[in-house]
Nanobody, 131 residues
Framework: QVRLVESGGGLVQAGGSLRLSCAASGRTSSTSSKFAMAWFRQVPGKEREFVAA????????HYADSVKGRFTISRDGAKDTMYLQMSSLKPDDTAVYYCAADSAQVFVWVVVIRAGTWEHWGQGTQVTVSS
C-alpha cells in the first residue's frame, strides 16, 4: 500500500508563490523504472484536472499548458517526496491539489493526463489565490 501526504497549500495573493510537497511512504516501488508521480487539481463541480507529472527514474516531465512556465515539478528521490513550485499564481489556480502515484504506467502525455491512470492518491491540499 502506498500512502501519499500533501502539504504546503494555503491562501496567497495573485502573483504570489507557493510550494506544495507530497511525501510518499509504503511500497512506493520508487526504484521501478515506471514509477511516476503527478499533481492534479479540482474545483467543485468540475473534473479533476491534470497539472504536471514526473517520471521518477529519469526526471522527465509533463505540464498542462495552463501552468507551463509558471509551475515547476521536481522530486527528491532520497526522501520519496515530490514538489510543485507554483509562481505567478492566478485566481484560476484556486483548487484542491492532489498528488498521485503509479508504478505501472507508460510515461506519455495521453496516459499521464488521465486521472484514471493513477492508482494512488493523496487527500488533497487547498490552494486559494485571491485577486
Amino acid at each position: 500500500q502506498v500512502r501519499l501526504v500533501e502539504s504546503g497549500g494555503g491562501l496567497v495573493q495573485a502573483g504570489g508563490s507557493l510550494r506544495l510537497s507530497c511525501a510518499a511512504s509504503g511500497r512506493t516501488s520508487s526504484t521501478s523504472s515506471k514509477f511516476a508521480m503527478a499533481w492534479f487539481r479540482q474545483v467543485p463541480g468540475k473534473e479533476r484536472e491534470f497539472v504536471a507529472a514526473i517520471n521518477w527514474s529519469d526526471g522527465s516531465k509533463h505540464y498542462a499548458d495552463s501552468v507551463k512556465g509558471r509551475f515547476t515539478i521536481s522530486r527528491d528521490g532520497a526522501k520519496d517526496t515530490m514538489y510543485l513550485q507554483m509562481s505567478s499564481l492566478k485566481p484560476d489556480d484556486t483548487a484542491v491539489y492532489y498528488c498521485a502515484a503509479d508504478s505501472a504506467q507508460v510515461f506519455v502525455w495521453v496516459v499521464v493526463i488521465r486521472a484514471g491512470t493513477w492508482e494512488h492518491w493523496g487527500q488533497g491540499t487547498q490552494v486559494t489565490v485571491s485577486s
